[in-house]
T-cell receptor, first 115, second 118 residues
Framework: AQKITQTQPGMFVQEKEAVTLDCTYD???????LFWYKQPSSGEMIFLIY??????QNATEGRYSLNFQKARKSANLVISASQLGDSAMYFC????????????FGKGTRLSVIA | GAVVSQHPSRVICKSGTSVKIECRSL??????MFWYRQFPKQSLMLMAT?????????EQGVEKDKFLINHASLTLSTLTVTSAHPEDSSFYIC??????????????FGEGSRLTVL
C-alpha cells in the first residue's frame, strides 16, 4: 500500500495567489515525521518544512505552512503569495519511527505558477 | 546548514563500463547515508541504506552486485554502478541526516548525479 499519496499530478496557480498541495499518509507507527521538499528542474532536493507526529501546532516556514490533520492523516502544504520561482516539483515524504530510517516519498505534484 | 556534496553531477559512459558516484557530508558526520534513484518524471525510490563500517542494506529488487555501496568513512559513501547498461540511466541522489535519533532532523540531499549509459 502507498505510504504517501499525492493525488495532484499537476497544479496551476496565479502569481501572488495561495495554493494547497495535498498529501495523505499511512502509518501505524505513533512516531513519524512528515516533510515537504521542492525539486526544481536542476534536480536538487530543497527542504521546505517539517511536521512531527507529536507536534501540537502546524509548522510554518515563511510562505510555507503545513496543514496537519492527524485524524485524517493528511499533511497538506500551503504556499502563500506564489512566485514564479515556486514552479517546480513538490514531494511529500514521511519517516517512520525514531531510528535513522529513510524517507519514503510520494509521487509528487508539479506546480506551475502563472504570471 | 549541513551540506551534502555529490560528484559527478553528470556522467556519460559506454555500456559495460562501471561508474562511481561519491557522496560526502561536508560539515557533519553521517553514520548512515541513503541512496535514491529517480527516473524521469517519477518519484525518488530508495535503493539502499549505507552504513559506515558495515554492509549496505538494499531494498527489494535492487541488485547488490550491480550497485556496489561502500561507506568507508563517516563522511563518504560511494555508489558504483557496475557493468552499466542503458536501463541504468537515471538520476541518482544521496542523502544524509544530521541526527541519529528522534523523529526530527531533515534529510540533506546531494546535488544528484545524472547517469547516461550509451
Amino acid at each position: 500500500a502507498q505510504k504517501i499519496t499525492q493525488t495532484q499530478p499537476g497544479m496551476f496557480v496565479q502569481e501572488k495567489e495561495a495554493v494547497t498541495l495535498d498529501c495523505t499518509y499511512d502509518t501505524s507507527d505513533p512516531s513519524y515525521g512528515l516533510f515537504w521538499y521542492k525539486q526544481p528542474s536542476s534536480g536538487e532536493m530543497i527542504f521546505l518544512i517539517y511536521q512531527g507526529s507529536y507536534d501540537q501546532q502546524n509548522a510554518t516556514e515563511g510562505r510555507y505552512s503545513l496543514n496537519f490533520q492527524k485524524a485524517r492523516k493528511s499533511a497538506n502544504l500551503v504556499i502563500s503569495a506564489s512566485q514564479l520561482g515556486d514552479s517546480a516539483m513538490y514531494f511529500c515524504a514521511m519517516r517512520e519511527g525514531r531510528g535513522n530510517t529513510p524517507l519514503v516519498f510520494g509521487k509528487g505534484t508539479r506546480l506551475s505558477v502563472i504570471a | 546548514g549541513a551540506v551534502v556534496s555529490q560528484h559527478p553531477s553528470r556522467v556519460i559512459c559506454k555500456s559495460g563500463t562501471s561508474v562511481k558516484i561519491e557522496c560526502r557530508s561536508l560539515d557533519f558526520q553521517a553514520t548512515t547515508m541513503f541512496w535514491y534513484r529517480q527516473f524521469p518524471k517519477q518519484s525518488l525510490m530508495l535503493m539502499a541504506t549505507s552504513n559506515e563500517g558495515s554492509k549496505a542494506t538494499y531494498e527489494q529488487g535492487v541488485e547488490k552486485d550491480k550497485f556496489l555501496i561502500n561507506h568507508a568513512s563517516l563522511t563518504l559513501s560511494t555508489l558504483t554502478v557496475t557493468s552499466a547498461h542503458p536501463e541504468d540511466s537515471s538520476f541518482y541522489i544521496c542523502s544524509a541526516r544530521v541526527f541519529a535519533g528522534g523523529i526530527g532532523g531533515e534529510l540533506f540531499f546531494g546535488e544528484g548525479s545524472r547517469l547516461t549509459v550509451l
